[in-house]
């Protein structure tokens, strides 16, 4: 008897009009970012049938998502974690000048150089861990501090670009294309984020980074070594932003002071954007590929569209807003499931 | 003060009150609600009479806050209405509510900690001047007659954070009568007072419904309930499920009525017998740590439930800190299964078995925007690993090993991949619980494990320790709960001021006994620990 009457509740609650409410806002902060990708590459293809609408251009575009894409993959990591990492761009810019001054000033070979300057973005992500767990400095000014010196030390290192004494093998790694004409830089970030993604859902140290994420008393009360999860956090981070700035200053053919500083940016709004895709508010790594894939989308539909170069930085910053917006919503609605 | 004690004598006889007025004061009717197809209120009628004291029991999820929120103007409800002197309320604005006298204080005190008493009972002042400037002259006039009315007798310039929570429950109050609150809802208010205080506030509310106050009391401590309520409804799954006056209801019937069965009492248990003469798994010897602990020792057998019983600041919750390594002794020493254990840290105290279930639930044990599974499964990842010595965890190894749990401490949740937050208190405690069950721990420790949760679950969580405790597991419980020390523990350890003041055994663990050991004069106390 009570158990028919049940029954008969939860159909009747089910047909009212505020699930249609909630369907709608949970096919938002699930697919709403996938949606507008969509529907991005859709105008812009209508748009620009011959110029948009190729191959070519979307290797273009890919080749471009990459570099955002390994970065913000580390970036990912520290999010994950609950932490905040600022030095990734000034990561990137450093190690690209140096691997690139290791090889002209120092004439190391190749593989040295570039051994040596990942190490060098490991080395600096873990300082960024300890500053964070050890002094306990809030993460935004840590990591803002760090990369704030990085850009002195790379001054002092060298002021002026490095041109000269770069191997051709060197810039064969961005330039070149190994397989079915795809650009090298693709098969780099999808390396990485296969990795990444692997270590993140399928690994005991993933698990542990979502559990310190997701609340940090109850991890350490579970045995978890909060400290050193987030210094492999920052650690990784550190290494995808010495992996950018590699394959940026491979791909530029010098090394610049401050050429990478910009990713930091684009990292945050794709990683933001990614916390609202598929998942409600959490950072993920197959999130954070689709915010990379809106922002690289975005900015060519938008060049061969003749949209001048000044609207860039209007279109970055409205999306980054809308990124911390979205997932923001998201994991609000999370909440109140 | 005795005038208005002889008014609310008057009252509690029954009937007559509600027979002088043909209308009850507020009038719930067929209030529904559901949440994400999930009926959380269903056809709820309820009557409210000014001057009376309307307890409000049920389980977690029962709908009892659902239907507070709807007062409030938080929630708004499906269908139904709620009329306040024949005049239905706006739902779904708290600004209407508040306009048609209902305030309402919540067990997690809405205040701001480093403002005044004063301060915060004037937070959102409604007296404005003609300029449209709030009035703080006349609004911290009518602060001030409110605290002294209910006998306020600290300074209303204190910080709060310098009051006790049973002060700032007082603070609460005289800010919703001086705003001429004709109802005031209080949920859980006596859950971090002690007996004493809770009496004083006991008197306060049975002055304020003297005085033509509508209190709405919500509560799981039966008793005062059953004390201090004139008229108590009970709610289960969403429905009014009984509904009487004071004097025809009794414990073993309320019970009943949020349950839907009887429960064992602390006469029905069976007491086992422990072997005490082997080695301990846990001896802690004289250990100290500040203020707090001073001086502890004890041990812990295989087999048995112990219990730390006595008042809140008592150094129970420092004890079991410096246990499981969140926090290092100042002196003294542990050992476990014989051998020296001097934790590090959490992991390492995890590492070498021993494990703590927090008292804050939500703040330090679950992860909220997890599944079920993941929560069951965080510490014992080493189970789930497809290679031993390799870093990659099989999702089928995982899911079946939190199937496992589920089905072992019937954790009631439609499946392992089921969010957390989504579980009734009482089931995320068990699974809390499971989180440790295949960890290989050698002492669990578990701070208030039913603090929040409604007898039913408390009994299934109760038998979940003792599943553990008989299958070779040391367990050591904290407990205020004095009927909960009875009903569940094997030996009980009273402690006060830092210290153990006494010991109590089998059919020695009566509610009187803890009581009397947890008052006990310190000194006087040193001779029983020894």
């Known amino acids: ?337 | 003060m005795s005038a208005s004690v002889a008014e609310t004598d008057a009252f509690t006889d029954g009937g007559s009150a509600a027979g002088g007025s043909p209308e009850p004061w507020m009038q719930i009717r067929g209030l529904t609600k559901s949440f994400a197809g999930e009926v959380a209120l269903w056809e709820a009628d309820l009557d409210v009479e000014r001057s009376h004291v309307h307890g409000l029991v049920g389980a977690n999820g029962a709908g009892k806050s659902t239907l507070i929120r709807c007062l409030a103007g938080v929630t708004v409800a499906d269908r139904g209405e709620i009329r306040i002197d024949g005049e239905e309320l706006r739902q779904g604005s708290p600004q209407a509510s508040e306009h048609a006298g209902l305030a309402f204080i919540h067990q997690e005190l809405n205040v701001i900690p480093h403002f005044s008493a004063l301060q915060n009972m004037l937070l959102g002042a409604p007296k404005v001047t003609r300029f449209g400037l709030i009035d703080w002259k006349r609004s911290s006039v009518q602060a001030r007659a409110a605290a002294e009315r209910i006998g306020i007798h600290f300074p209303l310039e204190t910080r709060v954070s310098e009051l006790t929570v049973a002060e700032r429950w007082l603070v609460m109050i005289a800010k919703a009568i001086s705003r001429n609150a004709s109802m005031i809802a209080m949920d859980e208010p006596t859950a971090s007072l002690s007996g004493q205080e809770s009496e004083q506030l006991f008197s306060v509310i049975r002055d304020l419904a003297a005085n033509g106050v509508a209190i709405l009391y919500v509560s799981h401590r039966l008793e005062e309930v059953l004390d201090l309520c004139d008229r108590i409804t009970v709610l289960r799954d969403g429905r009014i499920v009984d509904e009487a006056m004071r004097g025809h209801l009794d414990k073993k019937g309320l019970v009943r009525a949020i349950i839907g069965h009887d429960i064992r009492s602390p006469e029905d248990r069976e007491h086992i017998t422990v072997d005490r003469t082997g080695t301990p798994i846990l001896s802690v010897r004289d250990v100290a740590w500040k203020q707090a602990v001073k001086g502890v020792s004890f041990d812990v057998y295989d087999g048995e439930v112990l219990a730390l019983g006595g008042l809140i600041g008592a150094g129970r919750t420092e004890l079991a800190h410096l246990i499981a390594g969140v926090r290092r002794p100042d002196s003294g020493r542990f050992e476990l299964d014989g051998a020296p254990y001097s934790p590090s840290d959490e992991a390492g105290a995890i590492g070498a078995g021993v494990a703590l279930v927090p008292e804050e639930r939500r703040a330090q044990g679950l992860m909220l925007q997890r599944s079920v599974g993941y929560n069951i499964n965080i510490a014992s990842l080493d189970n789930l690993r497809y290679v031993a010595g390799l870093p990659f965890l099989s999702a089928a190894k995982g899911r079946r090993q939190a199937e496992r749990m589920v089905k072992r401490l019937s954790i009631k949740t439609p499946g392992t991949a089921t969010r957390i937050a989504s579980l009734s208190g009482g089931n995320q405690q068990k699974a809390l619980i499971a989180r440790w069950l295949n960890s290989g721990i050698r002492l669990l420790i578990l701070d208030e494990p039913s603090r929040g949760v409604d007898v039913g679950a408390r009994e299934e969580i109760h038998d979940a320790i003792r599943e553990l405790a008989r299958s070779g597991v040391g367990i050591v419980v904290i407990s205020s709960d004095v009927e909960e020390l009875a009903i569940l523990a094997d030996r009980v350890l009273v402690m006060r001021e830092g210290r153990i003041t006494g010991e109590l055994t089998g059919s020695d663990i009566t509610e009187p006994n803890i009581i009397e050991l947890s008052y006990h004069d310190v000194d006087s106390g040193k001779g029983e620990t020894a």
């Open chain 1, 1 to 337: 008897m009570t158990a028919r009457s049940d029954a008969d509740l939860d159909t009747a609650s089910s047909r009212g009009p505020l699930d249609w409410k909630r369907l709608g806002l949970m096919f938002l902060s699930r697919y709403g970012t996938i949606f507008g990708l969509v529907m991005m590459v859709l105008i812009f293809s209508i748009n620009a049938p011959d110029t948009f609408f190729s191959r070519a251009n979307f290797l273009n575009i890919l080749s471009q998502a990459s570099l955002t894409a390994i970065i913000a993959a580390g970036l990912t990591y520290t999010l994950v974690v609950g932490e905040f990492d600022l030095s990734i761009g000034y990561v990137a810019s450093f190690v690209g000048l140096i691997v690139v001054g290791f090889m002209s000033y120092q004439g190391m070979p190749i593989w040295l150089a570039i051994a040596c300057s990942l190490a060098i973005g490991v080395g600096l992500g873990l300082v960024n861990g300890t500053l964070v767990t050890k002094v306990r400095i809030n993460a935004v000014i840590a990591t803002l501090g760090l990369g704030t010196i990085l850009t002195g030390v790379g001054f002092t290192y060298s002021a002026f670009p490095i041109a000269t004494g770069i191997p051709r093998a060197f810039t064969n790694i961005s330039l070149g294309r190994v397989l079915f004409g795809i650009p090298n830089p693709v098969f780099f970030m999808l390396g990485v984020l296969i990795v990444l993604w692997i270590v993140l859902n399928k690994t005991d140290i993933g698990q542990k980074m979502q559990a310190v994420g997701s609340n940090i008393e109850a991890a350490r009360l579970s045995g978890i070594r909060v400290d050193r999860i987030k210094m492999f956090a920052f650690a990784t981070a550190g290494f995808c932003s010495a992996l950018t700035g590699t394959l940026l200053s491979s791909l530029l053919g010098s090394g610049t002071l401050g050429t990478a500083d910009g990713y930091l940016l684009d990292a945050f709004a794709a990683v933001f954007l990614g916390s609202a895709t598929l998942r409600e508010g959490e950072f993920h790594i197959v999130g954070t590929l689709v915010g990379v894939l809106i922002l690289a989308v975005g900015f060519n539909g938008l060049a061969i569209l003749g949209a001048p170069t000044h609207f860039q930085p209007i279109f970055k910053g409205g999306i980054l807003i809308l990124a911390v917006g979205m997932s923001t919503l998201a994991r609000r609605y999370a909440a109140s499931n």
